[in-house]
């Protein structure tokens, strides 16, 4: 079994889904590493210490989380973390001297994570495995959030350079990484994410929606961080046409904490300008354990993204039984079967969300038909099947290391 160095320098998997710098890496570093514990893998968790968490927790599984000074206590973008990455890596050496451990193959998430991989990789001999989440490259061309920065894209291209493997989630991701940062396809593994079917999976509706407190109109959701790359201004205008309409409906935003409290305060005005304020709540984040009782107490989910590398959320309201109505973008073009499991929107603007949601809305049985099919398509994304391909690429480059020194 191979001992793995995770490096999740900027996000813990032990941080609450949801907030601002906490989503879908969180989780699948949370699932996946959790999956590789139960096989018997000795995993170790690296990430920063944010307040006063101990060095190390144990979690389910014998995975331990690794708590490293990088001497910054906090931080509102990673470019700021990008800086003190020297002081993660001497910390974390520090750490490895007295408590002994050591690795056969390093699986670092995120660029700034990814420096971090190419560092111990070069300095333990030991094959790096690599996944981005998001590319810089890819949220330029999306042109919506802030510009990012050229040390971003040139670090994400060092670490394309030399990692031995590139895992991505998605058809798309791989296509980016061959155009725009010139990796050979043979150097990439497409594995996508996965989602917990014993805990995502259709709750009688009419029960998910008492107990969350929620009346019997019409529920529209969306889940997910509160940041601009996500759209969330496209559904709220959608929304607004929605009640034009004269559709009856209500519109639940799940995610954000006080981070994200001023996108979140013009969201609210945006619904407010529409004179919809009545119509849409905004709940804050949601324990992940809690979601299914959203997504089988909603009607739609809706995914409005600007740009999404795979989109956890797609799969799990589809686990649900719930049609997702999606930008045609990124992961979200290999997970949502337009007309199948829900719709695929090529247009960035609120006209073509609003038709498709309207549509769902008003018609029980595509619903039924919609969300049947959805539950059934998320099956082959179950969380052991991602741990069987990843564990599958370690083994890869463990036999090829062995074969270069036998
Ligand atoms: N999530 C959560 N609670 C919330 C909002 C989101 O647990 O209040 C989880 C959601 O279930 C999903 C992840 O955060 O697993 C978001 O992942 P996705 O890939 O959709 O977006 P990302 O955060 O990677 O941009």
Redesign the pocket.
Known sequence: MPRIAVISVHTSPLAP??GHKA???N?YVGELTRELGRRGNAVDIFTRRTGDEPTVVETENGVRVIHIDDGNADFSNPEEAYIFLPRFLRSMYCFLESDGASYDVIHSHYWLSGWVGNMLARRWNIPHVTMF?TLGEAKNRARISEHESARRISTERRITATADKIICASQDERNILVRHYNVSPARIRVIPCGVDLDSYHPIDKAEARKRLDLDGSPLVLY???IEPLKGIDILIRAAGLLDEEGIPFQLLI??GDDKSSTERRNLEMLAKSLGIDDLVTFTG????DV?PLYYSAADVCAIPSYY?S????AI?AMACGTPVVATRVGGLTSTVRDGETGYLIPWRCPEPFADKIETLLMNEDLRRRLGEAGRQAAEPYRWQNVADQVEGAYHDLLDLTQESYS
Do not use: C, T, Y
């Open positions: 889904a949801g989503g879908g890496m989780v989440h889940v997910g961080r799940v995610g984040a949601v324990s992940h979601l999404e795979f989109g956890l959320v799990e």
